[in-house]
């Protein structure tokens, strides 16, 4: 066999540098993430952009563990203010950047001598697909405890709304949010029941088309449209009807009072 001519050896070597270089880069493993909680959620949430929300269980389940791990940690020795617990969650998602969001709804209200303590968040990669996380604690003599968790409905923003005081044994309040991604945002809205231990849904709406809730002293009231009717007059350029659901509260949840149309 010939000897290569010196000529060809210093490519040869650079051919064989590149193709040894080549095989030690396969061999590279993904680096670890960020040390510290926040580094952790950037470097999962940065897999979601362009998952579908179907798709993306494994993923914002493993975030939702952490937060949830986390902030039962940080929550157990003491009896924060909503603030607080706010700040907190911001905290968590601090390195998130444009298009993910970490965004907190929280609240805190007093019941039986303790604080109900929603610490909830909406996790987002885009304008529709999101996964909302609420979690319920107790606090006490400067302790707090998780009680619950439920993932309120998908694709929607995370507010809360309270019902007046009617001297019920449970705490009830409204989750609500709006989902985009027609002409007009629809709502969903699930009336809980907080018993201590678990939330129940003691009435809900889904999708309501433009849909606007104000609670009253003993009445909900909900103004929206109807979609196929309000495509049909604007496309006949006339202006459609506007309806307005009135719910009374009772110990069991709403009852509908009326249902009637109004000007747009």
Same mark, same amino acid.
């Not at 003691?202 to 929206?224: C, F």
């Given at each position: 066999?010939?000897?290569?001519?010196?000529r060809y050896?210093?490519?040869?070597?650079?051919?064989?540098?590149? %193709?040894?270089?080549?095989?030690?880069?396969?061999?590279?493993?993904?680096?670890?993430?960020?040390?510290?909680?926040?580094?952790?959620?950037?470097?999962?949430?940065e897999?979601?952009?362009?998952? =579908?929300?179907?798709?993306?269980?494994?993923?914002?389940?493993?975030?939702?563990?952490?937060?949830?791990?986390? =902030?039962?940690?940080? =929550?157990?020795?003491?009896?924060?203010?909503?603030?607080?617990?706010?700040?907190?969650?911001?905290?968590? %998602?601090?390195?998130?950047?444009?298009?993910?969001?970490?965004?907190?709804?929280?609240?805190?209200s007093?019941?039986?001598?303790? $604080?109900?303590?929603?610490?909830?968040?909406?996790?987002?990669?885009?304008?529709?697909?999101?996964?909302?996380?609420?979690?319920?604690?107790?606090?006490?003599?400067?302790?707090?405890?998780?009680?619950?968790?439920?993932?309120?409905?998908?694709?929607?923003?995370?507010?809360?709304?309270?019902?007046?005081?009617?001297?019920?044994?449970?705490?009830? %309040?409204?989750?609500?949010?709006?989902?985009?991604?027609?002409?007009?945002?629809?709502? $969903?809205?699930?009336?809980?029941? %907080?018993?201590?231990?678990?939330?129940?849904?003691l009435?809900?709406?889904h999708?309501?088309?433009?849909?606007? =809730?104000?609670?009253?002293?003993?009445?909900?009231?909900?103004?929206?449209?109807?979609?196929?009717?309000?495509?049909?007059?604007?496309?006949?350029?006339?202006?459609?009807?506007?309806?307005?659901?009135v719910?009374?509260? $009772?110990?069991?949840?709403? $009852?509908?009072?009326?249902?009637?149309?109004?000007?747009?």
């Amino acid at each position: 066999m010939q000897k290569p001519k010196a000529r060809y050896l210093p490519w040869m070597l650079v051919l064989a540098y590149m %193709f040894a270089g080549g095989l030690a880069e396969g061999k590279k493993k993904v680096p670890p993430p960020p040390p510290g909680l926040p580094g952790h959620v950037k470097t999962l949430a940065e897999q979601l952009p362009g998952v =579908m929300l179907e798709d993306a269980e494994p993923i914002t389940g493993e975030i939702q563990k952490l937060v949830v791990d986390h =902030m039962v940690e940080w =929550m157990s020795p003491r009896t924060p203010t909503d603030v607080d617990v706010r700040r907190e969650l911001e905290s968590v %998602f601090s390195l998130l950047h444009y298009p993910l969001f970490g965004q907190p709804a929280v609240f805190a209200s007093l019941w039986k001598g303790s $604080t109900v303590i929603g610490a909830g968040y909406t996790l987002g990669w885009n304008d529709f697909d999101r996964q909302n996380v609420l979690m319920i604690f107790e606090s006490r003599d400067g302790k707090s405890r998780l009680a619950t968790l439920t993932n309120f409905v998908p694709r929607v923003d995370l507010h809360y709304e309270f019902l007046p005081p009617q001297g019920w044994d449970d705490f009830r %309040f409204f989750t609500y949010g709006f989902r985009l991604g027609k002409s007009q945002p629809r709502l $969903t809205v699930i009336l809980y029941s %907080f018993d201590g231990q678990n939330l129940k849904s003691l009435w809900e709406a889904h999708d309501v088309y433009d849909g606007k =809730m104000n609670v009253q002293q003993d009445r909900v009231v909900i103004r929206y449209l109807k979609e196929d009717e309000y495509i049909r007059e604007v496309e006949a350029k006339r202006k459609p009807p506007r309806h307005e659901a009135v719910y009374r509260i $009772t110990p069991g949840g709403l $009852t509908l009072e009326d249902d009637h149309e109004i000007p747009f």
